[in-house]
């Protein structure tokens, strides 16, 4: 069963479009410090020698209470309120869409205003809530360059890179909906789960190649683990890349967070037709640069991403090889049962053969936990992304549905 917020509703709909950003202002979401004191002088209303205290009561409204409003500042005085609303927006994204899938999994649809020439472009978060801690899945770009044959959002051609700030709106406006700003009153209209921390940890796993976005995802993610703010310990924060190995040295020097790599398979000839970014970034390339990451450690391990496909790449001989090649590094294998979509020609590995290809890589020594798919019921789950712009036809909705329904890859 799949819960859908209702946005006809006129309330909802007039609440949630209040908070929608305006366009033309400059957001202070998304910048670093002295960007920020940067932008409240060279909008004439702090005096400089002020700027630091006023960065940090802004740091502290924003990341820490979570409001998106000026007027909710309550120790800033009633005319810079007003003059930092005349200048700079905080406001959310508006919420095109929020589904609860049956196991508590959401997915909301946002929308962000037009950039330049753009237009307004829509992306898709997910959130899955587990025992004890709540990931919340973020995306980096609306769309993908990169075309892994498996992969519903490689069939979406890139539109754009995600700002900093878009980035981080994914995480503020998720935890508004959650109720996950202790000291602050929930929005009206949120749904809060009834227990357990919210958001705890973050995985940029939702659309597109986050290195491919490196510097706004980099300053994303610093925000999002700053001591003094949103304050997520970089171990709980995972970035996921299909293996832009330029950049991976720099994903461990620069911004500190947990490593995974899209592997799914153990030889290049496989590779490139699955994540053809293989071509020009190999196994050996990859491997190294796995070798060499920042931080390693038993206590840090890279964490290799494996989709498990029907008579594709999950016989025996597959795990072995898996095994060979990942000798001496630090990591946790993580099978993903491939979650369909209309339109694809992979399936899904039986279940006892997923069980046997794990076991035999538990043997070897490695933590491989299968990951059971999440929120398939409204296509929250990895892989299913897809926005507005190309959502689904009810014909290929009902597709899917008998798609489930025959077994494939339903675990
Ligand atoms: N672009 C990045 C991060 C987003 S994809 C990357 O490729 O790593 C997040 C994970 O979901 C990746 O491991 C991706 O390979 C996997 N994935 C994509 N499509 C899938 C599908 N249909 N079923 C299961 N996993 C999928
Ligand atoms: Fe892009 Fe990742 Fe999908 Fe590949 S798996 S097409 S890199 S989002």
Redesign the pocket.
């Known amino acids: 069963m799949t819960f859908s917020l209702d946005i006809t509703d006129s309330n909802t709909r007039a609440a949630l479009a209040s908070r929608a950003a305006a366009p033309q202002k400059a957001s202070l979401v998304g910048l670093s410090r002295a960007e920020m004191a940067e932008a409240l002088v060279a909008a004439g209303i702090v005096p400089e020698r002020q700027a630091r205290m006023r960065v940090q009561q802004l740091w502290h409204w924003l990341y820490v209470r979570g409001v998106s409003e000026f007027s909710q500042m309550f120790n800033i005085s009633k005319d810079l309120r007003t003059a930092l609303h005349q200048h700079f927006a905080i406001a959310r994204p508006e919420i095109v869409e929020e589904q609860i899938s049956a196991d508590g999994t959401r997915k909301w649809l946002f929308r962000f205003p037009a950039r330049g020439a753009g237009r307004p472009v829509e992306i898709e978060t997910v959130y899955i809530p587990e025992e004890g801690r709540g990931t919340l899945?973020i995306?980096?770009q609306v769309g993908?360059t990169?075309t892994?044959s498996?992969?519903?959002?490689?069939t979406q051609k890139l539109v754009r890179n995600l700002t900093a700030e878009e980035i981080l709106a994914q995480l503020l406006t998720a935890r508004d909906r959650l109720g996950d700003f202790p000291d602050r009153d929930t929005p009206a209209g949120a749904i809060v789960p009834a227990d357990g921390r919210k958001v705890s940890n973050i995985?940029?796993?939702?659309?597109?190649?986050?290195?491919y976005n490196f510097e706004a995802v980099k300053q994303a993610l610093l925000i999002a683990s700053d001591g003094d703010g949103l304050a997520l310990s970089k171990r709980r924060i995972t970035?996921?890349?299909?293996?832009v190995v330029p950049e991976i040295f720099r994903t461990g020097e620069e911004i500190g967070v947990m490593l995974?790599?899209?592997?799914?398979a153990s030889n290049d000839d496989l590779r490139d037709l699955l994540?053809p970014i293989n071509k020009k970034y190999p196994l050996k390339d990859l491997i190294d640069a796995c070798r060499k990451y920042p931080g390693l450690s038993n206590a840090r391990r890279i964490t290799f991403?494996y989709?498990?496909l029907k008579d594709v790449n999950d016989s025996l001989e597959d795990a072995k090889a898996l095994v060979q090649l990942l000798k001496g590094i630090p990591a946790k294998i993580?099978l993903?049962?491939?979650?369909?979509?209309p339109g694809?020609n992979?399936q899904?590995s039986d279940w006892e053969t997923i069980e046997k290809f794990a076991d035999f890589i538990n043997n070897a020594g490695y933590a491989s936990p299968i990951?059971t798919?999440r929120g398939r019921d409204i296509l929250a789950?990895?892989?299913?992304?897809k926005s507005e712009s190309e959502r689904l036809k009810k014909s290929e909705r009902l597709a899917l549905e008998a798609m489930m329904i025959a077994g494939h890859?339903e675990a």
């Open positions: 899945c995306s980096s993908c990169l892994c498996f992969c519903h959002t490689g995985v940029m796993m939702g659309m597109g190649e986050p290195l970035l996921s890349t299909s293996g995974a790599i899209s592997l799914h994540v991403e989709v498990m993580n993903i049962p491939f979650n369909p979509w694809t992979y899904c990951r798919p789950a990895c892989g299913q992304l890859g």
